[in-house]
C-alpha cells in the first residue's frame, strides 16, 4: 500500500479535473495536488464517447476553459477536437506529471481531529488498494456511470438477430455502410448520430416514443470568425464568449416567461427547413415546456437534411417487441434493421459512486444540501464540480475551481484549517438538478438537494454567479470557518436540515 499527501486532491482528469489543476496551480501556486484518474487517458466524457459524428452541442466559446481561447473554427466541435483541446491545456500546464491513471477513488474519510481526508483507490490495472491523504478533496468526476449506459428492458430483444449497440461503448469496427439502422432515442445522442451514420448507412430512422425541441444552429460563429481576423486571440474569444453566454441567459428566460412563444419560434425555424407537409406536430413538438428538459442543437440543420434527403427518417411510436429481423412498433408498424443502437441515455452517478465518510458516518447525500451548488452541508474541505444544465458545463466548472482557491487562499490567509457548508434553517428543497429528463428522474432520490434561496439555491445564472463566486463574499451564514479539531457537526445541531 503507497501513502502520500497532498494539500489538494481532484477526483477525474475530464474537462472539469483538468481545468480544476490549472486554475489551482495558478492561483494558489505554492499548494500541491495530485489527479486521480480512474480511467488510463486524460479527456473524460471526451475521450469515452467515440460514436459517430460525436461533438458537442453547446459552443465552445463557452465550454472551453476561461484561460484558453478555443481558436479552432468550429464553434459546434467535434469530439476529438475537444479531447486533443483538453489534452493540450493539460500538457501546456504541466497537469500529466500530477495525474495517476487507473486510480479508481472508492472512499474518502474526513478527519476533523486531523482536517484531512484520507482517500481510498483501487487500481484496476495492479488490483493494488492505495490510499493517500490531503487537506482538501476537490471532486470532478463527472454526472455519470461510466462502465453502463442506460438501455431500458426492451420486450423480445433476445429475439433480435442483428446488431445492437449502446452508443457508450461503440464497436471501432462497426461497419455500417448500406445498412438499414434504427437508432432508438430523442435525445442529444440520437440527433448527433441520426444525420452521421446516414452518410453511409442505407437509411436511418430515428425511433423516439416522444418528440424532443430541435434546434439548428451555425457550426461556424460569424462574430467570432470576424473577431479572430481584428482582436488577439483572448480578447475575441472573450468577445465571444460573452456574446454567447447573454444570447444563452436570454434564450433560457424568455423560455422560462413565454414558454407559448418560444414553442411557436422553434416550430416555426424547424418548418422552414423540412419538406413541405412534413407532419412537424408529430415529431418535432414535445408535450412538455422548451428547457423542461436540454433542448437538443443540430449543427447546419445536418438532420433536418438528412431527413428532407430521404437518408433519415423519424418514427414516434412505441416499441411493442423487438423481432428477429428487427423491431415491431405499438401501431403495427414493423421496422426492419440490420443495427439497432439504444441511445437511451446515461446512468446518473454522483461523485464518482465513492463513499464519504465524515468523522466515521457515512453520508448520505440525499440528505446533504448543496452550498452554492459546489459544496455540500456537513462535509468539510470538500467541493465538487456539477456545470450548469442550460448553459455550458465549463461556464460553472470554471467558476468552482476559481471559489475553491479563493477558499483555500482564505484558510491561510486566517490561520485556519478548515471550511464547513451548513444546511439552511428552513425553507423547502428541490433536487440538485431540476431537468425532468429521464435520467435524472431515475436517480433523483440519490443525489445532493438545493435549498430555497442563496447561498443554497442554484440559479443556472451564469453572469449571477459570476458575481457570487467570482466576486462575493466568502464568509455568509451558510458556511463555517474553523481551526483543525472543531467537529464536523459542531453547530449543526441548531441547524437541522429541512425536509424535502
Ligand atoms: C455525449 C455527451 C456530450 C456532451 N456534450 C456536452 C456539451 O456540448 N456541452 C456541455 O456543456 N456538456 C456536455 N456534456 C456534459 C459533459 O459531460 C461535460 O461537458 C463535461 O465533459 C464534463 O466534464 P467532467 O470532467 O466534469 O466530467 P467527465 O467528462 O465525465 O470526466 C470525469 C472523469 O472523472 C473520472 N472519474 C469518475 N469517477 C471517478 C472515481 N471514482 N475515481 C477516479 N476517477 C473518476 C472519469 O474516469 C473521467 O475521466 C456532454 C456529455 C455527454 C455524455
Known amino acids: 500500500m503507497a501513502s502520500d499527501h497532498v494539500d489538494v486532491l ?81 500538457r501546456e500546464h504541466g ?39 490531503c487537506a482538501f478533496l476537490f471532486t470532478c468526476s463527472g454526472y455519470y456511470r461510466y462502465d453502463e449506459g442506460y ?12 446488431q445492437l449497440v449502446h452508443p457508450q461503448h461503440w464497436p471501432e469496427d462497426l461497419d455500417y455502410a448500406g445498412k438499414r439502422v434504427v437508432v432508438i432515442g430523442s435525445g442529444a445522442t440520437a440527433v448527433t448520430l441520426v444525420p452521421a451514420m446516414a452518410e453511409q448507412a442505407g437509411h436511418v430512422t430515428m425511433l423516439q416514443r416522444s418528440p424532443t425541441y430541435v434546434i439548428s444552429l451555425p457550426s461556424r460563429d460569424a462574430l467570432a470568425d470576424a473577431a479572430r481576423r481584428w482582436l488577439p486571440a483572448k480578447a475575441a474569444y472573450d468577445l465571444v464568449r460573452w456574446k454567447n453566454v447573454v444570447l444563452g441567459v436570454a434564450n433560457f428566460q424568455l423560455s422560462r416567461r413565454a414558454p407559448g412563444l418560444v414553442k411557436k419560434l422553434l416550430r416555426r425555424a424547424a418548418r422552414g427547413k423540412l419538406p413541405v407537409g412534413y407532419d412537424i406536430d408529430r415529431h418535432f413538438s414535445p408535450r412538455y415546456n422548451p428547457w423542461d428538459q436540454r433542448l437538443c442543437v443540430v449543427p447546419d440543420g445536418d438532420l433536418f437534411r438528412a431527413v428532407s434527403a430521404g437518408r433519415a427518417s423519424v418514427v ?23 443495427i ?37 452541508s456537513g462535509v468539510p474541505n470538500f467541493a465538487m464540480t456539477i456545470g450548469y444544465t442550460n448553459a455550458s458545463w465549463t461556464l460553472k466548472a470554471d467558476l468552482v475551481a476559481t471559489y475553491v482557491c479563493r477558499l483555500l487562499r482564505h484558510l491561510d490567509g486566517t490561520g485556519q484549517q478548515v471550511v464547513t457548508p451548513l444546511a439552511p434553517i428552513a425553507g423547502d428543497l428541490a433536487p440538485i438538478i431540476d431537468l425532468k429528463s429521464g435520467y435524472v428522474l431515475r436517480a433523483v432520490d440519490q443525489l445532493p438537494k438545493q435549498g430555497p434561496s442563496a447561498p443554497w439555491r442554484l440559479h443556472q445564472n451564469y453572469p449571477r454567479d459570476v458575481l457570487l463566486m467570482r466576486h462575493g463574499r466568502l464568509t455568509d451564514e451558510g458556511v463555517r470557518f474553523s481551526r483543525a479539531g472543531t467537529p464536523a457537526t459542531d453547530g449543526a445541531a441548531e441547524r437541522p436540515a429541512p425536509v424535502a
Not at 495517476?100 to 488498494?129: I, K, L, N, Q
Not at 438501455?151 to 442483428?162: H, K, Q, S
Not at 461523485?351 to 448543496?370: F, H, K, P, R, S
Open 95 to 133: 497537469v500529466p506529471a500530477h495525474i495517476r491513471f487507473h486510480h479508481r477513488v472508492v472512499r474518502a474519510e474526513w478527519d476533523s481531529a486531523t482536517a484531512r481526508w484520507t482517500v481510498h483507490a483501487h487500481r484496476d490495472d495492479t488490483g493494488e488498494d492505495v490510499v493517500l491523504t
Open 340 to 376: 439497432v443502437v439504444t441511445a437511451t441515455g446515461l446512468n446518473l452517478l454522483a461523485l464518482g459512486g465513492m463513499t464519504i465518510v465524515v468523522d466515521g458516518a457515512e453520508v448520505d447525500l440525499a440528505q446533504t444540501v448543496a452550498y452554492k451548488g459546489m459544496m455540500l
Open 10 to 90: 481532484i477526483v477525474g482528469a475530464g474537462l472539469s479535473g483538468i481545468g480544476a489543476a490549472v486554475h489551482l496551480q495558478r492561483n494558489c501556486p505554492g499548494k500541491t495536488y495530485t489527479v486521480l484518474e480512474a480511467r488510463d487517458a486524460i479527456g473524460g466524457t471526451w475521450d469515452l464517447f467515440r460514436y459517430p459524428g460525436i461533438r458537442s452541442d453547446s459552443d465552445m466559446y463557452t465550454l472551453g476553459y476561461s484561460f484558453k481561447p478555443w481558436t479552432n473554427p468550429k464553434a459546434i466541435a467535434d469530439g476529438d477536437a475537444i479531447r486533443e483541446y483538453v489534452r493540450e491545456t493539460a
Open 316 to 338: 414516434t411510436d412505441t416499441i411493442e417487441t423487438f423481432t428477429e429481423p428487427g423491431i415491431r412498433l405499438r401501431s403495427g408498424a414493423e421496422l426492419p434493421a440490420d
Open 151 to 162: 438501455t431500458p428492458e426492451f420486450p423480445g430483444v433476445e429475439r433480435y438477430a442483428g
